[in-house]
């Protein structure tokens, strides 16, 4: 049980376009997403918090406007990387938590994005 | 606060033999502390957690000890084998956050 999928799990694009990345929970249903970003050979960054139903909370430094994210349904979340950029290039994760346990975060296999 | 690395630190060890990870952590309000493996290209994977009310937790073959008065974690893995190669993090949650603040990550290399 608590599996996490994210859709696709890598995606190369041009510069100025956007990106979709979703994150799924597959078998419950998750009260509350994460999105980090990592870079190579560094640590997850948590980008943003998104309660289902409401809007995200960003991190200090992280563009909400550049960042969107949408948490539409209790099963699904998802980031658009707007205009996108090659600095934007990273591997993207999703988390994912149910209502039960506040501190026990799910992992999705994560997205590497790459921006040419 | 936020943890960035711009290095992993590598821990080299003999098949066999333990290993001992070590994790700073930054808040003093974090109750909550976990270790994930992260292989190449995936997401993290949790491996064993612990509380703040407990200085020591074992698991299959790890042991997690947590020393508050320094702020100190570390993982320790039992006859290592080369599947246990990876990068290991340190997480902390800020009592009442709900949040993961990952710690820098240390790359573990077993030698056959």
């Given amino acids: ?116 | 606060g936020e943890s960035v690395g711009l290095h992993l630190p590598t821990l080299s060890v003999q098949e066999g033999d333990n290993s001992i990870i070590n994790c700073a952590y930054s808040n003093s309000a974090s109750d909550y502390f976990i270790w994930y493996k992260q292989e190449s290209g995936k997401g993290p994977q949790f491996i064993i957690d612990i509380r703040s009310n407990m200085d020591k937790r074992q698991g299959q073959r790890v042991t997690v000890l947590l020393n508050k008065t320094v702020k100190h974690l570390s993982l320790q893995i039992a006859a290592t084998q080369p599947g246990d190669s990876a990068v290991y993090f340190c997480a902390e949650t800020p009592s009442n956050t709900g949040k993961l603040i990952f710690g820098q990550g240390t790359t573990l290399q077993v030698k056959p």
């Avoid at chain 1, 799990?9 to 078998?27: A, H």
């Avoid at chain 1, 200090?60 to 994210?69: A, P, S, T």
């Avoid at chain 1, 539409?72 to 938590?97: K, Q």
Wanted: overall charge positive; aromatic content about 10%.
């Fill in chain 1, 1 to 116: 049980g608590a599996v996490v999928s994210q859709h696709p799990s890598r995606v190369i694009c041009k510069s100025g376009t956007s990106v979709k990345i979703e994150c799924r929970s597959l078998d419950f249903q998750a009260t509350t997403m994460f999105w980090y970003r990592q870079f190579p050979k560094q640590s997850l960054m948590l980008m943003a918090t998104s309660n289902e139903g409401s809007k995200a909370t960003y991190e200090q430094g992280v563009e909400k406007d550049k960042f969107l994210i949408n948490h539409a349904s209790l099963t699904l979340s998802t980031l658009t990387v707007t205009s996108a950029h090659p600095e934007d290039s990273s591997f993207y994760i999703c988390s994912a938590r149910t209502g039960s346990s506040y501190n026990e975060q799910f992992f999705g296999p994560g997205t590497r994005l790459t921006v040419l």
